[in-house]
Antibody, heavy 118, light 107 residues
Framework: EVQLLESGGGLVQPGGSLRLSCAAS????????MTWVRQAPGKGLEWVST????????YTADSVKGRFTISRDNSKNTLYLQMNSLRADDTALYYC???????????WGQGTLVTVSS | EMVMTQSPATLSVSPGERATLSCRASQSVSTNLAWYQQKPGQAPRLLIY???TRATGIPAWFSGSGSETEFTLTISSLQSEDFAVYYC?????????FGPGTKVDIK
């Protein structure tokens, strides 16, 4: 059974940093692209960043480019999102999702909440 | 950036009735379109990809159609568990973009 468990969210001040993690199990992690998608409270879904199975390719939304970095450790079956220079509009529930193929997401975690506020 | 629009914003349907949800892309996405269902307090669930292919475990009363800029998700006979928000997502162009969602609620 595929399981994705996010962690690392919390309350942070504007300009601060957080690192999100997503522990994966139930599939061969390094065979699949992984993605972060966020959802602001009461709003829709926003794609944030995708990383290929090997980690050799990454893709990031302009809204977070230069501030957020996606990475993975295939030896630990874990996906990461390093978030720097956080802003109030980064407040959201952050989901990690497994790629059916690179751009379609067939399994999602339950999300970790990031709140940026002073 | 590819803009996805969905209509209607809210669709009120009685159980057992048919629901037809629309998704439009600002330019052609070929058939590189997926549909997701999200229930309150839950993560999204993949329903359809490549415009018309049902994901694993998705019941046959869900179907997708369309190409280029116009897409439809049809729920042929709404079950109680189908009341949710539905999002379309294009993956033909960067950045990947989602529509704003259609909420299907009980009439």
């Amino acid at each position: 059974e595929v399981q994705l468990l996010e962690s690392g969210g919390g309350l942070v001040q504007p300009g601060g940093s957080l690192r999100l993690s997503c522990a994966a199990s139930g599939f061969t992690f390094n065979n699949y692209a992984m993605t972060w998608v966020r959802q602001a409270p009461g709003k829709g879904l926003e794609w944030v960043s995708t990383i290929s199975g090997s980690g050799g390719s990454t893709y990031t939304a302009d809204s977070v480019k230069g501030r957020f970095t996606i990475s993975r450790d295939n030896s630990k079956n874990t996906l990461y999102l390093q978030m720097n220079s956080l802003r109030a509009d980064d407040t959201a529930l952050y989901y990690c999702a497994k790629g059916l193929h690179l751009w379609v997401f067939d399994y999602w975690g339950q999300g970790t909440l990031v709140t940026v506020s002073s | 950036e590819m803009v996805m629009t969905q209509s209607p914003a809210t669709l009120s349907v009685s159980p057992g009735e048919r629901a037809t949800l629309s998704c439009r892309a600002s330019q052609s996405v070929s058939t590189n379109l997926a549909w997701y269902q999200q229930k309150p307090g839950q993560a999204p669930r993949l329903l359809i990809y490549d415009a018309s292919t049902r994901a694993t475990g998705i019941p046959a009363w869900f179907s997708g159609s369309g190409s280029e800029t116009e897409f439809t998700l049809t729920i042929s006979s709404l079950q109680s568990e189908d009341f949710a928000v539905y999002y379309c997502q294009q993956y033909n162009n960067w950045p990947l973009t989602f529509g704003p969602g259609t909420k299907v609620d009980i009439k």
